[in-house]
T-cell receptor, first 109, second 113 residues
Framework: DQQVKQNSPSLSVQEGRISILNCDYTNSMFDYFLWYKKYPAEGPTFLISISSIKDKNEDGRFTVFLNKSAKHLSLHIVPSQPGDSAVYFCAASYGKLTFGQGTILTVHP | KAGVTQTPRYLIKTRGQQVTLSCSPISGHRSVSWYQQTPGQGLQFLFEYFSETQRNKGNFPGRFSGRQFSNSRSEMNVSTLELGDSALYLC????????????FGDGTRLSIL
């Protein structure tokens, strides 16, 4: 029973363009959503979050959008940089965090 | 500000043994959560401790247990180790109030021979 799904295992983007990572969830009780970035041999690094009472949150190059009716979450990175290449996890919270399987983002120079 | 510290970074054990992993949270953080990461299952929640009490629990067998001390440091214990317990074990800390992000350590890589 995978309550949080990232359907794209990988995404390849040119430097300077927009990266859009997507996430779908099934549990309507989730009230807080987060995105993490993970490099090999390191723990996940918190990027940005959004409460269920909002539909958009921005932090520099990172913007998270939440569509509650579609149970869909997305992360936009603009402009993308080679250093953004990593695995990106979305997570949803209702007391405890449930993670998606991750999307490998590769940004080409 | 120091981040979440996990020790040891690497550990090799054999089947049937037990193991204890340690986690020191960010100063001021009262909540500590533990996760298991494997290639097949991804990141799975084990349990969360807040003010020395287990506040949430995932779907893992009783061989997996934890505790939290008065200084918020936490330990996780796995008894009667199985080959399938080989994984990266991650600890995360947060302030502990609602809608606050968790911050992760770099994990302990446990290998079972």
């Amino acid at each position: 029973d995978q309550q949080v799904k990232q359907n794209s295992p990988s995404l390849s983007v040119q430097e300077g363009r927009i990266s859009i990572l997507n996430c779908d969830y099934t549990n309507s009780m989730f009230d807080y959503f987060l995105w993490y970035k993970k490099y090999p041999a390191e723990g996940p690094t918190f990027l940005i979050s959004i409460s269920s009472i909002k539909d958009k949150n921005e932090d520099g190059r990172f913007t998270v959008f939440l569509n509650k009716s579609a149970k869909h979450l997305s992360l936009h990175i603009v402009p993308s940089q080679p250093g953004d290449s990593a695995v990106y996890f979305c997570a949803a919270s209702y007391g405890k965090l449930t993670f998606g399987q991750g999307t490998i983002l590769t940004v080409h120079p | 500000k120091a981040g979440v510290t996990q020790t040891p970074r690497y550990l090799i054990k054999t089947r049937g043994q037990q193991v204890t992993l340690s986690c020191s949270p960010i100063s001021g953080h009262r909540s500590v959560s533990w996760y298991q990461q494997t290639p097949g299952q991804g990141l799975q929640f084990l349990f969360e401790y807040f003010s020395e009490t287990q506040r949430n629990k995932g779907n893992f067998p009783g061989r997996f247990s934890g505790r939290q001390f008065s200084n918020s440091r936490s330990e996780m214990n796995v008894s009667t180790l199985e080959l399938g317990d080989s994984a990266l074990y991650l600890c995360a800390s947060s302030i502990g109030t609602v809608n606050q992000p968790q911050h992760f350590g770099d994990g302990t890589r446990l290998s079972i021979l």
